[in-house]
């Protein structure tokens, strides 16, 4: 059981919006960055958003985060076929001493 | 551009070691810390291991602690994982990941797959 919670799965239709919600509490996302992955299947994950709300270079700013208390989202607009994929958060956990993961949340486009 | 070239793994009896290794080119390694995070089959990801960017500081999830050894070599660019003791559910892909701080992780390499079965 990770310590980020985050819906198995979502889905919306092309060219809508979706939100990927990640909770956690004080001992991670309340008091450190959280940071957003995307990985598609057999492959890699992709860094996607860093410190909150901050994308490296190269991604399309459809991909967006924020935080707010014990809590965080990633918002995907103009949703594309491809970006189905599994999505993951995560941040420092101090309790732990650990990088923790949320469960992942696979995106459907439907 | 930062690339990470992983070898090693495979398959290996309960109990059994093996060493994986990470390649870096494209930044400057001894800058960075690097870590170690796996995926069991059908599974999300797991933190393992982290090392910093001198080899001074070591961390490790409670799962590996005493069993799996990260270390690197900044004169070949290269990062290590020694895992000793495997146990069936060490099964995963290992994946090695640059370390950008604030648990995020700009880099990873293409991982390679640790099977433990008799």
């Known amino acids: 059981q990770s310590p980020l919670t985050q819906p198995p799965s979502v889905s919306a239709a092309p060219g809508q919006k979706v939100t990927i919600s990640c909770s956690g509490s004080s001992s991670n996302i309340g008091n450190n960055y959280v940071s957003w992955y995307q990985q598609f299947p057999g492959t890699a994950p992709k860094l996607l958003i860093y410190d909150n709300d901050r994308r490296p270079s190269g991604i399309p700013d459809r991909f967006s985060g924020s935080k707010s208390g014990t809590s965080a989202t990633l918002d995907i607009t103009g949703l594309q076929t491809g970006d189905e994929a599994a999505y993951y958060c995560?941040?420092?956990?101090?309790?732990?001493?650990?990088?923790?993961f949320g469960g992942g949340t696979k995106l459907t486009v439907l | 551009e930062d690339h990470l070239l992983q070898s090693g793994g495979g398959l290996v009896p309960p109990g059994g070691s093996l060493r994986l290794s990470c390649e870096a080119s494209g930044f400057t390694f001894s800058d960075y810390a690097m870590n170690w995070i796996r995926q069991a089959p059908g599974k999300g990801l797991e933190w393992v291991s982290a090392l910093s960017g001198s080899g001074d500081a070591t961390y490790y999830s409670d799962s590996v602690r005493g069993r799996f050894t990260i270390s690197r070599d900044n004169s070949k660019s290269t990062l290590y994982l020694h895992l000793d003791g495997l146990r069936v559910e060490d099964t995963a892909v290992y994946y090695c990941?640059?370390?950008?701080?604030?648990?995020?992780?700009?880099?990873w390499g293409q991982g390679t797959p640790v099977t433990v079965s008799s």
């Open positions: 995560a941040s420092w956990d101090v309790s732990l001493s650990d990088v923790v």
């Open positions: 990941a640059k370390d950008r701080l604030t648990a995020s992780f700009d880099a």
